[in-house]
């Protein structure tokens, strides 16, 4: 028991994010968690694309130098940007905790969670003698896939052909899997650094937390509970875990809330390709023509700047506009946990970022895929093949969409619901 004038430890856990919205976002679900359980945050992050601190008044925010900007990696080159921020983090992360401990003498650091792509954390934590923590945040197949190519100057390499097609691996991954890894595209040679670094540094965390479920991915989690010796645990879905806003700096238009209240149910198809991805003008107006014919309502976001060449939907032609009318919704962006939450909601024409997918599967809304880039080939893999709760849109195929079906979008494909 605590003697009167004893000073009591404030629990302390160090957040590494990651600094982009759909890495940044499960982890302040996951600082909210741990902060409702008596813990006290502090999130460091880089400097570039700083989340927002003023959203989350109950978390300290630290920035960290990064020198990217001397580096002269695009804002594009995510490899380039995960291996500059691996090389340029760490002495400062670690003057950063040490300046923490000298500054809140009554403060004990219980340990660094870090985004397994910061993983440079990992020596931080390993030089204070604390335990270090990988968060991945996409997944868990992504740690497979990162996995199976060692050096290809190192004994043991297999190429992805080869291993895709089983050639030269004693012990194949189940079809499934190999059909999950086939859906990545071929890695370019200058990732291969990323993927090594990455799988050496995750094998030495005390533990990896997954923002995922071991229904949604048992074989995957079984490969790399073989394959890694520590511990993992699924806790997701980290949004449902610890619902709160997220820290970015887009301003949410919680409009179109008002606007679902008065459509149908499960009649509106709900169009985001998520915080990242950008279209030319041509994709725009497909996608717009698309909608139109449609004869759906839809809710639209498109984020300032993702269409190249313009501000917003300048391409949009007036005859778009004309012939949508009320029916269409465009915003800059949405609240989209609630929009897809809302029972007007019928169905999301989505990337598959892992966040999207883990917040539709959550509300039972089917998905039609879109994927573009990175792991979003595997999400839409796991949606459409295996969970079969989702179709893939082929190109200028809009046709085929579910909606063709009938006007509850719902009851086109199965519906999974995880939370
Ligand atoms: N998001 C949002 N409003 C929007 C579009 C997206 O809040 O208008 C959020 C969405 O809920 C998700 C994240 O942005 O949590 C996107 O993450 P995801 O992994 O799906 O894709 P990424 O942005 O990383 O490509």
């Known amino acids: ?196 670094a990455l799988t050496r540094e995750t094998k030495k965390a005390s533990a990896i937390i997954v923002n995922t479920m071991d229904f949604l991915e048992r ?52 169009v985001s390709f998520g915080s990242l991805a950008a279209m030319d003008e041509e994709d725009l107006v497909n996608t717009a023509w698309g909608l139109a014919n449609s004869d759906q309502p839809f809710l639209w976001v498109v984020r300032p700047g993702s269409v190249r060449g313009s501000e917003w939907i300048e391409y949009l032609p007036k005859t778009f506009h004309e012939r949508v009318g009320e029916r269409g919704n465009i915003v800059r962006w949405a609240p989209q946990k609630k929009v897809l939450e809302h029972s007007a909601v019928g169905a999301f024409w989505s990337h598959c970022g892992w966040n999207s997918t883990l917040e539709s599967i959550s509300e039972g809304v089917p998905l039609l895929c879109k994927p573009l880039f990175g792991d979003q080939m595997l999400n839409s893999r796991y949606i459409c093949n295996i969970w079969k709760v989702g179709l893939e849109l082929e190109k200028g195929k809009i046709a085929e969409a579910p909606w063709q079906h009938g006007r509850d979008l719902r009851q086109h494909p199965k519906r999974l619901t995880v939370a």
């Open 219 to 270: 074989e995957a989690l079984a490969k790399i509970r073989e394959q890694f010796s520590p511990s993992i645990f699924t806790i997701g879905p980290l949004h449902k875990l610890a619902p709160t806003g997220s820290a970015s700096r887009l301003k949410e238009d919680s409009s179109c809330i008002s606007w679902l209240n008065k459509q149908a149910p499960k009649s509106v198809v709900y």
């Open 1 to 196: 028991m605590e003697k009167q004038g004893e000073r009591v430890q404030q629990q302390r856990v160090v957040m590494v994010v990651y600094p982009f919205h759909g890495h940044i976002s499960p982890m302040i679900h996951l600082a909210t968690f741990l902060h409702s359980k008596g813990f006290s945050i502090t999130i460091v992050h880089p400097q570039f694309n700083s989340p927002d601190p003023s959203s989350h008044p109950e978390f300290t925010f630290l920035a960290i130098p990064d020198k990217l900007l001397e580096s002269g990696v695009s804002n594009w080159n995510f490899t380039g940007i995960a291996l500059t921020l691996n090389r340029n983090c760490a002495a400062p992360l670690q003057n950063c905790v040490e300046q923490m401990l000298l500054q809140n003498p009554d403060e004990n650091i219980v340990g660094i969670i870090y985004d397994t792509v910061m993983f440079f954390a990992q020596s931080v934590a390993d030089h204070l003698k604390v335990p270090g923590i990988s968060v991945r945040t996409s997944a868990a197949a992504t740690i497979l896939a990162f996995s199976v190519f060692p050096s290809p100057h190192g004994e043991g390499y297999i190429s992805f052909q080869d291993y895709i097609s089983g050639d030269g691996i004693q012990d194949p991954q189940s079809f499934s899997i190999k059909q999950l890894l086939a859906s990545l595209p071929e890695n370019p040679t200058n990732s291969t650094e990323l993927r090594i």
